[in-house]
């Protein structure tokens, strides 16, 4: 199910050029985190194949195709084409927005969608758990999995709203706090744990696949767990691939004797 049909608050769309001249730069040796912040499309390539460009954004493409055991150079081919239909949309290019746009973004849009769908997927997986429990053993474990994601999920979002970023809009005004670094850090330890948990209900799921017995409630939980993790994909590699790497170069300056 798409973000659309689940009511995710849809993004700022803009023309996509028919070549990006940064996709032209790019190598085995760049960072998928790079490639899928100058190009979101090609984000869509990388989760086909299963890589995770968000928490592993700072790992080359080359090693990410090499886990895979996929070709890196025909990889790479594929990403600096997608998206190259003339009439083709693609994200708002959020390394040109202001830090203040692309923090109320990811308000609006991801934290937003996520409020209102963990109540109820909540409650999907935890019926799922009491009908099915007995023939599908495993389930237990995959509802303990989300809930710990529920769980470092809801407190991390009231920690960057009330916390970070507006830490971080004071370090756009020259005015940091103290603790910026930590900050940060803490930020991207978090969204490392949340990538493991991430990783961990796709494999205990067998990718989101339903088994052949499974009802219309266990397909919506299964569908409700693919629709979470590729809004946290998109969402940790906004703050991960852009957010973090711009508030650390402005933080350098700011430090700078």
């Known amino acids: 199910m798409s ?4 009511g995710t608050p849809s993004m700022s769309k803009s023309t996509l050029p028919i070549v990006g001249a940064s996709s032209l730069t790019w190598s085995t040796g760049t960072s998928i985190g790079k490639i899928v912040a100058e190009q979101p499309q090609a ?8 890589i995770d ?4 954004g700072l790992t080359p493409l080359g090693e990410a195709a090499a886990e895979k055991n996929l070709d890196a150079t025909q990889l790479l081919n594929a990403l600096r084409v997608v998206g190259n239909s ?29 409020r209102r769908e963990l109540p ?4 999907t997986s935890q019926t799922v758990l009491k009908v099915h429990g007995e023939t599908h053993p495993e389930l237990a474990e995959v509802v303990t999995t989300f809930d710990k994601i529920r769980n470092a999920v809801l407190p ?3 920690d960057e709203e009330q916390r970070i970023f507006p830490a971080l809009l004071g370090l756009v005004a020259g005015n940091p706090p103290a603790d910026m670094d930590k900050q940060l850090d803490e930020m991207r330890s978090d969204h490392d744990a949340l990538g493991a948990e991430l990783h961990r209900l796709r494999k205990l799921t067998r990718g989101f696949e339903p088994p052949s017995d499974a009802c219309t409630k266990y397909r919506e939980m299964l569908s409700g767990f693919s629709a979470l993790e590729q809004d946290l994909h998109r969402h940790v590699h906004l703050e991960n691939n852009v957010l ?12 700078k004797p």
């Open 43 to 50: 984000g869509r390539i990388l989760e086909l194949v299963g």
């Open 120 to 123: 109820g997927l909540t409650t």
């Open 244 to 255: 973090l790497p711009r508030a650390q170069t402005m933080l350098a300056a700011v430090n």
């Open 156 to 158: 991390h979002l009231d």
């Open 3 to 6: 973000h659309e049909e689940q």
């Open 53 to 56: 460009y968000c928490c592993g």
């Open 86 to 114: 003339p009439g083709e949309e693609s994200e708002r290019d959020w390394q040109q927005a202001e830090i203040s746009e692309l923090l109320e973004h990811i308000i609006m849009t991801h934290h937003t969608w996520l």
